[in-house]
């Protein structure tokens, strides 16, 4: 019964990853750029999904999941990390 919680936990946290979805500033600045980047938003989280959705599969995260200290999957990382360098404050 236990193992099944547990099973069951660990794949609704992983499809749960799968969804996903930055809270962005809307002001579009990261502090370390002088001009909004916020009329590029729609573009980059698009671009920055597909990239995670590619560099990203169920064992990766699963993996990167069980050592991360913030419990993020390698999809969340990837898709983060790819929005702040394009300029944009992620609040989550």
């Known amino acids: 019964m236990k193992k099944t919680i547990l099973t069951v936990g660990l794949l609704c946290t992983l499809f749960?990853?799968?969804a996903?979805?930055?809270i962005i500033d809307s002001?579009?600045?990261s502090g370390t750029f002088d001009i909004s980047k916020a009329e590029e938003i729609?573009?980059?989280?698009?671009?920055?999904?597909?990239l995670a959705k590619e560099n990203s599969n169920?064992?990766?995260?699963?993996l990167?999941?069980?050592v991360s200290?913030?419990?993020d999957t390698k999809?969340?990382?990837?898709?983060?990390?790819?929005?702040?360098?394009?300029?944009?404050?992620i609040l989550n």
Do not use: M
């Open 16 to 18: 749960n990853a799968c």
């Open 20 to 22: 996903y979805k930055p």
């Open 27 to 29: 002001n579009g600045r």
């Open 42 to 50: 729609t573009n980059d989280l698009i671009l920055c999904e597909k």
């Open 58 to 62: 169920f064992v990766s995260n699963i």
């Open 64 to 66: 990167y999941w069980s």
């Open 69 to 71: 200290p913030t419990l």
């Open 75 to 89: 999809f969340e990382s990837i898709y983060r990390k790819c929005l702040t360098q394009r300029g944009h404050s």
